[in-house]
T-cell receptor, first 113, second 117 residues
Framework: DVKVTQSSRYLVKRTGEKVFLECVQD?????MFWYRQDPGLGLRLIYF???????EKGDIPEGYSVSREKKERFSLILESASTNQTSMYLC????????????FGQGTRLTVV | AQSVTQLDSQVPVFEEAPVELRCNYS??????LFWYVQYPNQGLQLLLK??????LVKGINGFEAEFNKSQTSFHLRKPSVHISDTAEYFC???????????????FGKGTKLSVKP
C-alpha cells in the first residue's frame, strides 16, 4: 500500500524558532511536494522536488526552504517561524514527472505562538 | 500556466439529494484532471481522475465526473448523497510535464459539501 508519512500531526512552536517538518514516502517516487492549506485559499504549493538534491519554488516559497538528501525524504524548513506561518502543511508524492496521481500524507497542523 | 476555479465555496444539500460540484480550469496545454476529498483533520484522498479516453470518469463512493474540453470543465456529481459525504472537495489539474519539463499539480480553493439529514 502506498504510504506518505508526515512526522507530526500537531506542532506548536514559538516565533523565531527554526522548524523542521519531515515527510517520508515508501514508494520510490521521483516527485515530492509541500503544500500549505488555509481556509478559503485551498492548497498552495510551497516547494517541490523532482529528484534528490533538486528543488523548485512553488507559488509561495518566501520564508521556507527545503531539503531532499535522500529520495524517500523531503523536509520543509521554516528558518524563523512567524505567526503567519500557522497553517496545515501537506506533503505529497508522485511517481513520475508526468503527474498521473499524487499521494498525500495526513498533514501537520502547525501553530506558531 | 494552469489555474483551477471551483465555483462554489460551500454547497449545502439534503441527504439522498443529487449534488454537483463545479470545477473549471484554464491551461494552454492538455491536462490531467483530478478530484480529491478531505475529511476533517485528514490528508487528501483521490476520488477520481481523468487522464485520457472516456470523458465520463467513475470514482469511489459513487462519485463521477465529466471532462468537457470545450467548456474546460470537470464537474463532480453524485446522484444521491449520504451524511458521510460531508467533507471538503478539491479539484486539481496537472500539466503533464510537457517537453520533458517538470509537471505541476495545481489545486482549486475547495468546496465544502454539507449533507443535512
Amino acid at each position: 500500500d502506498v504510504k506518505v508519512t508526515q512526522s507530526s500531526r500537531y506542532l506548536v512552536k514559538r516565533t523565531g524558532e527554526k522548524v523542521f517538518l519531515e515527510c517520508v514516502q515508501d514508494m520510490d517516487h521521483e516527485n515530492m511536494f509541500w503544500y500549505r492549506q488555509d481556509p478559503g485559499l485551498g492548497l498552495r504549493l510551497i516547494y517541490f522536488s523532482y529528484d534528490v538534491k533538486m528543488k523548485e519554488k512553488g507559488d509561495i516559497p518566501e520564508g521556507y526552504s527545503v531539503s531532499r538528501e535522500k529520495k524517500e525524504r523531503f523536509s520543509l524548513i521554516l528558518e524563523s517561524a512567524s505567526t503567519n506561518q500557522t497553517s496545515m502543511y501537506l506533503c505529497a508524492s508522485s511517481r513520475y514527472r508526468d503527474i498521473t496521481e499524487a499521494f498525500f500524507g495526513q498533514g501537520t497542523r502547525l501553530t506558531v505562538v | 500556466a494552469q489555474s483551477v476555479t471551483q465555483l462554489d465555496s460551500q454547497v449545502p444539500v439534503f441527504e439522498e439529494a443529487p449534488v454537483e460540484l463545479r470545477c473549471n480550469y484554464s491551461s494552454s496545454v492538455s491536462v490531467y484532471l483530478f478530484w480529491y476529498v478531505q475529511y476533517p483533520n485528514q490528508g487528501l484522498q483521490l476520488l477520481l481522475k481523468y487522464l485520457s479516453g472516456s470523458t465520463l470518469v467513475k470514482g469511489i463512493n459513487g462519485f463521477e465526473a465529466e471532462f468537457n474540453k470545450s467548456q474546460t470543465s470537470f464537474h463532480l456529481r453524485k446522484p444521491s448523497v449520504h451524511i458521510s459525504d460531508t467533507a471538503e472537495y478539491f479539484c486539481a489539474v496537472s500539466d503533464r510535464g510537457y517537453g520533458g519539463s517538470q509537471g505541476n499539480l495545481i489545486f482549486g480553493k475547495g468546496t465544502k459539501l454539507s449533507v443535512k439529514p
